[in-house]
């Protein structure tokens, strides 16, 4: 069972920041955050990960707070292509091969 | 560089067929996972294998669903007497040798859409 809760969906307008959150109020130390998003009729897709520091990629910038019971995944400017599902899940490293997918945030990129 | 390749891309079957999967991992590595993704759900764990071994199938229903990676060959998954509930996208994955993956953790094929008609 998933063992984090998203938004079902949200709207973004094209060029602007895309704020996804994600509540894991039940992590444990030494669980990580990974998110993963899937493009319509395709796998998922890595996105990014971090433990406890903020951490910045190419393709996003991943926000956790503190306490580490929740965080966000930032889009810095949306394009059309980034429309997809995303998903937020928690596992103990990259050794974690039973990945727990919840329903994700269905986003929806506008012109 | 080829990423995981499934096929066949989509298949339709009649209740009572047989389906067969398969998957072919990226080179090099020698971890294969399943993952079913029934409509509006997330992806579900299936079946953890090695080459000639199955690790974990703890996700895979006790009945009419079996996997195999073969020595040689790509990983299949069967599906015997399809009902219309097995209807759903199945996924791949596969992961480098010896267990060290890289922070992609995953590498992900595009899927097989089953219609069981």
């Known amino acids: 069972d998933a063992k984090t809760t998203q938004p079902p969906s949200m709207d973004c307008a094209e060029g602007r920041a895309a704020n996804l959150p994600c509540n894991h109020s039940?992590?444990?130390?030494?669980?990580?955050v990974y998110w993963y998003r899937q493009i319509h009729s395709q796998g998922p897709q890595y996105i990014i990960h971090?433990?406890?520091n903020n951490e910045t990629n190419e393709m996003a910038s991943l926000i956790i707070t503190e306490d580490r019971k929740s965080s966000t995944l930032i889009l810095p400017h949306a394009t059309l292509r980034d429309t997809a599902v995303y998903y937020c899940?928690?596992?103990?490293?990259?050794?974690?091969?039973?990945?727990?997918f919840g329903a994700g945030t269905t986003v929806t990129v506008r012109a | 560089n080829a990423g995981v390749m499934q096929n066949p891309r989509h298949l339709v079957r009649r209740r009572g067929q047989e389906a067969r999967l398969r998957c072919s991992p990226m080179?090099?590595?020698?971890?294969v996972y399943w993952y079913r993704q029934l409509p509006e759900e997330g992806l579900k764990f299936m079946v953890y294998?090695?080459?000639?071994?199955?690790?974990?199938e703890s996700g895979m229903p006790k009945e009419r669903f079996s996997a195999e990676f073969p020595k040689e060959g790509p990983s299949i998954l069967r599906i015997q007497q399809v009902v219309r509930g097995d209807s759903a996208a199945y996924f791949c994955?596969?992961?480098?040798?010896?267990?060290?993956?890289?922070?992609?953790?995953?590498?992900f094929g595009s899927g097989t859409r089953l219609t069981v008609v």
């Open positions: 080179k090099g590595h020698s971890h």
């Open positions: 039940t992590i444990s130390g030494n669980e990580y």
């Open positions: 971090g433990l406890k």
């Open positions: 994955a596969s992961s480098p040798v010896g267990g060290r993956r890289t922070s992609d953790g995953y590498t």
């Open positions: 899940i928690v596992r103990v490293g990259s050794n974690d091969y039973k990945l727990s």
């Open positions: 294998l090695q080459k000639e071994n199955i690790i974990d």
